[in-house]
């Protein structure tokens, strides 16, 4: 696990017209769930891909517990990101979809066993390991998502809106899913969504983005329950 810690993060468009990002100070703590929340176009995604590496920082540093990491190689950052929008291989199955990034990285098959078999359980997915994704509810293809996220035992995960394309019911369920299993493997966690009821209910903290720039860093209940 390791903290995450931004200092002046920006990221200029259009030769600079456009602060997407604009000077964003964070300290995210070891094990934190730290929601981001804001309009859409505010710049959340553009920071969280900052973060992972996808995107070219304009100014200002990343740290990932002490390591600078502006010039690390987003394969080589100690973290893992899941998006809305799933990115499973349909053609595979469930244990080879949770599989794949440690079978890329080389990991031994008795190693990949039981990390696969340990987040299957962790994520209630023992019975469809041999599903292919088209088999499986929208509520289990996320999970099968995470899954992949988790076998690498990474240091922090990075999410970006991961529950919009769901519907209400399983919005809500997935909610407490994800926020549970953040508590039960205590991975420092930025979860990015303009829901505001997730912010209001996931996290440790909540981080209020506008037009680029942190409004406000508190918990939610002293952002969301001011009089
Ligand atoms: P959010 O995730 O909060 O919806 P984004 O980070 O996607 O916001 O976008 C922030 C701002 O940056 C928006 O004004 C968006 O139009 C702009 N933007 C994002 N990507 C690019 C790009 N590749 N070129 C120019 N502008 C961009
Ligand atoms: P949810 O309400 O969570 O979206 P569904 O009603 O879609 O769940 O699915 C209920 C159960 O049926 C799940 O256990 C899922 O694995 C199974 N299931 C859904 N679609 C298929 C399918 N095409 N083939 C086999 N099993 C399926």
Redesign the pocket.
């Known amino acids: 696990m390791a903290s995450v810690t931004l200092q002046n993060l920006t ?1 200029s ?2 030769g600079g017209a ?1 602060k ?2 604009d000077g964003v100070s964070l300290d995210i703590e070891d094990g934190e769930f730290l929601v981001l929340v ?10 969280l ?1 900052m973060i992972a590496g996808l995107e070219e920082i304009t100014d200002g540093a990343v740290w990932i517990g002490d390591e600078f990491v502006n010039d690390v190689h987003p394969k080589d950052r100690d973290i893992a990101m899941v998006f809305q929008s799933y990115a499973l291989y349909p053609h595979m199955s469930v244990y080879n979809n949770i599989a794949f990034p440690l079978q890329i990285a080389k990991m031994p098959k008795s190693e990949i066993d039981t990390r696969v078999q340990e987040a299957a359980r962790v994520l209630e997915l023992e019975a469809y390991l041999k599903r292919r994704p088209g088999q499986l509810s929208g509520g289990q293809r996320q999970r099968v998502a995470m899954g992949r996220a988790i076998v690498r035992k990474p240091a922090v995960f990075l999410m970006d809106e991961p529950l919009s394309n769901l519907d209400a019911k399983l919005r809500v369920q997935m909610r407490a899913e994800i926020a549970s299993l953040q508590h039960r493997l205590g991975v420092t966690t930025i979860y ?1 969504t ?1 829901d505001q009821v997730e912010a209001m209910t996931m996290g440790h903290r909540v981080a209020l ?1 506008k037009d ?1 720039t942190l409004q406000q860093v508190d918990t939610p209940s002293n952002i969301y329950n001011k009089p």
């Open positions: 990221k468009y259009a456009l997407a990002v804001g309009p859409s176009g505010c710049g959340k995604s553009t920071a891909r990015v303009h983005l680029g």
